[in-house]
């Protein structure tokens, strides 16, 4: 499975959990799901819980969702390296691509938002605090990230 198909396939999974559960389009719930793609993809931290919620309605939604971004970080830290993605930027332009679009228009933002890629660096430091003229002063402060205190399965990114 190549890079884009996997984005695909989690899109197309998400928004068919949203033909039932509107809110998954909702701030609170795109950014809990912003945050555990980031958390365990893009900039990866050992100690993160992965989150048992994401801000839906219900349990089976919640779980839903849950299972579609674990299958899709699993498979995608896997492809990572065959798929040459060894930096985070090159993981955030793989789940920010564009040109992956669902059959019904859908698209990563619809979901995740958007990382504004010069505001880290190539490893995924943070570059957005000093002032610089080619960084879009409307973007300056760090996004925060939801903390989630549900335990998680103990290594379940290995």
Not at 8 to 30: K, M, P, S, V
Not at 103 to 121: K, Q, V
Request: aromatic content about 10%; hydrophobic content about 35%; overall charge negative.
């Amino acid at each position: 499975m190549v890079v884009k198909e996997l984005l695909l396939q989690l899109l197309q999974r998400l928004q068919a959990i949203g033909t039932r559960n509107g809110e998954i389009y909702d701030t609170e719930c795109r950014d809990a799901m912003a945050a555990a793609v980031f958390s365990t993809f893009l900039l990866p931290e050992a100690e993160y819980q992965f989150p048992k919620e994401f801000g839906l309605c219900t349990a089976d939604a919640n779980q839903a969702v849950r299972g579609a971004l674990l299958e899709y970080v699993t498979a995608a830290r896997e492809l990572a390296p065959v798929a040459r993605l060894c930096t985070f930027q090159q993981r955030l332009a793989a789940l920010q691509d564009v040109s992956v679009i669902t059959t019904d228009g859908g698209t990563y933002d619809e979901f995740f938002g958007s990382y504004a890629a010069c505001l880290y660096g190539e490893d995924g430091e943070w570059l957005g605090e000093e002032p610089s003229p080619n960084i879009d002063q409307s973007c300056r402060q760090r996004p925060e990230r939801p903390s989630h205190s549900q335990p998680s399965e103990p290594g379940w990114w290995e």
